[in-house]
């Protein structure tokens, strides 16, 4: 097994992977989950460890699969490979269940090696960028069922239509959400891709805009362009967003690239798919226009403007796959959403959302979207930031991110793969936010809530009838939900 980390997955499993014993480093987490469901599809025999039993360990778990809490060398002792999430191994690279692989010769690979090589085969669709590509990975999976495509669907969230993170299905189609973070979406070879946003994300890794945009190059000069013998199959295709001034940065890059282009918008005339006559209030609604014919009137239960461009940009990409443009409508009507995304919990006389927005553009967008949707009433914002050096690098954008907010609290920064060196603290942020001219003539209004059982003790006493309280981040920050309802009358 000598030099086995210099070759592919295909290289070392030609025969695929069944009956291989594959174990998951991180398994917990909300894009490896969906590749050992996968992985088990492909009659890979699939175990997994985390450090905590979050939601996805505990569905993993439940559906039957061997999960083990802690690190322990004997996790991988007699795996064929052992499969990771880069989050964790850049933390801690020495984690035991690597060690004794490295020892032993057992090949290690970042869980998005491994559905790269279970994408090889299938007509790769993978929907890419900085913004919406989780709602519109699983819209457009959602679309391709409704046309009787039946593909195969990876999505980093939960699909509220599915209960799960990915879709089995028994055609030639694999949809994938494909992530920028560390190159990850290197290992995706798409036959389509759709791009939704580009823009400056991920300081800790990036260290410009440039940087970030070229890698949206590479990406999309890695698709599949080979020439299939089938007539009917569909050509190099990339659907982008045509009101997004870095999609069409990239696309200029992209110089003579020979596959098809079509795009999507709002705002952007003559484009292929454009949403008309869009209303965002107490619902969401749009006229879904198509290659120039008026397919009707969509109205999404997934409220805000943003979400009507994901479901534009899937509307364009289902049609490129040749889904029925009879189905689209409807469909896109009864989708439910993806959970964390825009998810409404009452809780009697109060509202929370539960959000996923962490980049300060997705911030202000989920704020106006509360505001649209829930006029008249005070809003509440919680929000807890994702890493210290992005809140380092954005703490003036996050900070003009809550001027539509009435009271804003912000939970201590979520450290993910980082390690606290004292570059900044989350006081630092409600601190910049109450300087805002937005906040000047209400002090106090913006605060620091502290940890999670903190922050739930101050919404506690803040709330009051006919509140909007938006809690925002990546992490576990929707743990102040429970925590405030569980003492409140109709938890």
Not at 303 to 321: F, M, S, T
């Amino acid at each position: 097994m000598a030099g086995t980390e210099t070759l592919s997955l295909a290289e070392l499993f030609p025969a695929g992977m069944s009956g291989k014993r594959i174990h998951f480093i991180g398994a917990g987490g909300p894009g490896i989950s969906s590749a050992i469901w996968l992985a088990r599809q492909h009659g890979a025999l699939v175990s997994g460890c985390d450090i905590s039993a979050s939601a996805g360990f505990r569905a993993l778990q439940s559906d039957g699969i061997a999960m083990a809490l802690g690190h322990d060398a004997t996790h991988s002792a007699d795996a064929d490979l052992v499969v990771y999430t880069p989050f964790i191994t850049h933390r801690n690279p020495d984690l035991p269940e690597l060690v004794v692989a490295r020892e032993r010769g057992i090949p290690t690979r970042k869980w998005q090696e491994l559905l790269g090589y279970l994408m090889s085969g299938y007509m790769g669709v993978s929907v890419a960028g900085v913004h919406g590509k989780g709602s519109t990975t699983a819209l457009l999976g959602s679309l391709a069922v409704a046309g009787g495509l039946d593909p195969t669907v990876e999505v980093g969230a939960i699909s509220l239509e599915w209960g799960t993170n990915s879709r089995h299905g028994h055609s030639a189609y694999f949809l994938n959400e494909a992530d920028e973070w560390d190159y990850n979406f290197l290992n995706y070879h798409p036959r389509v891709v759709v791009l939704t946003a580009v823009e400056y994300d991920h300081p800790e890794f990036y260290p410009s805009y440039e940087v970030i945009r070229d890698a949206f190059v590479s990406f999309i000069r890695g698709m599949d362009m080979s020439e299939h013998g089938d007539n009917g199959a569909i050509p190099p295709t990339l659907i982008l967003n045509a009101d997004s001034p870095g999609c069409l940065d990239v696309l200029r890059l992209l110089g003579d690239w020979p596959g098809v282009v079509r795009t999507f918008g709002l705002d952007t005339p003559n484009v292929d798919a454009r949403g008309e006559e869009v209303f965002v209030g107490g619902e969401t609604s749009f006229t879904l226009c198509l290659c120039g014919e008026h397919l009707g009137r969509v109205t999404l239960s997934t409220p805000g403007r943003h979400n009507v461009y994901n479901a534009v940009a899937a509307a364009c990409a289902a049609d490129a796959l040749g889904v029925s443009h009879d189905v689209l409508v409807p469909a896109l009507t009864h989708w439910p959403g993806l959970r964390r995304r825009f998810e409404i919990v009452e809780d009697g006389d109060v509202t929370f959302v539960d959000d996923y927005a962490h980049h300060p553009h997705a911030v202000a967008l989920t704020l106006e979207t509360a505001r649209e949707r829930f006029p008249g009433r005070r809003v509440i914002a919680v929000f807890q930031p994702t890493l210290y050096t992005r809140l380092h690098r954005f703490l003036t954008p996050f900070s003009e991110a809550f001027d539509l907010a009435d009271e804003v609290i912000i939970v201590e920064i979520q450290p993910s793969r980082e390690s606290d060196t004292g570059l900044i603290h989350g006081s630092a942020l409600s601190e910049k936010i109450a300087q805002r001219l937005a906040f000047a003539d209400r002090p106090g209004a913006a605060r620091y809530g502290g940890n999670y059982d903190e922050t739930a003790a101050l919404l506690r006493e803040l709330r009051r009838p006919g509140d909007v309280v938006v809690v925002m981040g990546s992490g576990p920050v929707n743990a102040v939900i429970a925590g405030t309802r569980n003492v409140t009358a109709g938890g």
